[in-house]
């Protein structure tokens, strides 16, 4: 089965919000083994609307539309389609659909009147309630498939209304393998990426490197089966470097890792400037683990909080090995958490140090990020997670294979 999306709204094009409907169907479709075969925009224009939909009718099973269904003029989307459809003369008041409407509206009959026409559409159409708003949507002849622009009314409507409609007969399942320490690149080159059945591919995002693995079935089960065979693999190519299979964040899984041993954890950041520790504190949990928090920016605190001495930075500066290593010690000195992490460096440059202490076992590397100072720094503090994780496994090696 074959798919297209077409997500209506001139406030789409102008870029005013962002179409997040058209992201969430492809993968609930793919879910189900329904491939998407193509996402379009298309403005509050009836012509470009009806050339849109008129093509994608030609060319896929199911035409999928978010937007549009609502009680003013520029509301065209079920319009269009009925006339896509040569549906035109079969347009009635649903009473069921009206009777929802007057009991939402209190019987306000200005309301009813200028909302009408959401109650209206062709005999033989299958209509999707709207339980979270006032647009129904609905189904037009198994082919087009209506639905509202608000998120929340359009997810609840597919989940709860739409997919026991759709004909599919496999499913698609997907997991993410979240990879320590590498890019994208150093992920392609060391696993074999022309599996059908399976599919594996490397991504990139603002948590670092990760591996998608995509299975399509005739049913849950066999997908399980072919997924856990592939992530085997996987494990065997990439050893301790696979962080997780799940969905949580790095930050969630040093959470995790921390409560699990009453542990405690303290930073003490310079290039990052506080980054490391907010992308913990951000994580529901985060009170019970984190134990204090610096930024040392400049030389004089590196040395007042940290007690990095004068002769280290004059003689090797503050983006160095040798005043990584003080600023490590200082702050273990200082707070004696379980896990201490330290950053330090040019992010202009993306040359960054950075510092790791957990119990007896103690990290300073360095990096290099060919990258603007923002992205350099994100990428730091990814970096910082993925050692922490693997020193609290004990998995970290200093001749690890990165």
């Excluded at 799940?246 to 542990?263: H, M, Q, W």
């Excluded at 503050?318 to 273990?332: I, K, P, Q």
């Excluded at 990020?369 to 910082?384: E, G, P, T």
């Amino acid at each position: 089965m074959k798919a297209q999306i077409i997500s209506v709204g001139t406030e789409i094009l102008l870029g005013n919000i962002t179409d997040t409907n058209s992201k969430y169907l492809a993968n609930k479709l793919t879910e189900l083994g329904i491939d998407v075969f193509k996402m379009t925009t298309v403005g509050d224009n009836p012509d470009r609307l009806f050339k849109a939909m008129k093509e994608a009718v030609e060319e896929v099973d199911y035409v999928f539309t978010t937007g549009g269904l609502g009680p003013t003029e520029d509301d065209i989307t079920k319009e269009i389609a009925i006339k896509v459809l040569g549906q035109e003369n079969q347009v009635c008041v649903d009473q069921r659909s009206k009777q929802r409407l007057e009991s939402y509206f209190s019987n306000k009959k200005k309301a009813m009147n200028v909302n009408i026409k959401q109650a209206m559409f062709p005999k033989d159409a299958i209509i999707l309630d709207n339980d979270k708003g006032t647009a129904p949507g609905c189904i037009l002849k198994n082919k087009i498939i209506l639905l509202p622009g608000p998120p929340r009314e359009m997810n609840y409507m597919f989940e709860n209304k739409l997919v026991k409609h759709l004909n599919y007969n496999s499913v698609i399942k997907s997991r993410n393998l979240k990879i320590a320490l590498l890019g994208e690149w150093d992920m392609a080159n060391r696993i074999d990426l022309t599996s059908k059945n399976p599919t594996i591919s490397p991504y990139f995002d603002n948590q670092g490197g990760y591996l998608r693995i995509t299975a399509k079935a005739k049913n849950n089960e066999e997908a399980d089966r072919l997924l856990d065979k592939k992530e085997k693999e996987v494990k065997e190519v990439f050893k301790s470097l696979l962080i997780s299979d799940d969905s949580l964040r790095k930050e969630e899984t040093l959470i995790n890792l921390l409560k699990e041993r009453d542990e405690k954890i303290s930073t003490a950041e310079s290039v990052t400037g506080g980054l490391i520790a907010s992308s913990i504190i951000d994580i529901d949990g985060a009170s019970r683990v984190i134990e204090e928090s610096f930024i040392t920016y400049s030389d004089r605190i590196k040395e007042k909080n940290l007690n990095v001495s004068r002769e280290t930075l004059e003689q090797y500066g503050a983006v160095s090995y040798e005043c990584a290593l003080e600023m490590l010690d200082g702050l273990h000195k200082l707070t004696n958490s379980n896990l201490c992490i330290i950053s330090t460096g040019y992010a202009n440059k993306g040359e960054i140090f950075l510092g790791l202490k957990y119990r007896d076992k103690k990290v300073i590397k360095k990096f290099k990020f060919s990258a603007d100072r923002n992205k350099a720094r994100l990428f730091a503090k990814n970096r910082a997670m993925d050692l922490a994780i693997l020193m609290m496994r004990g998995k970290y090696e200093d001749d690890i294979d990165i």
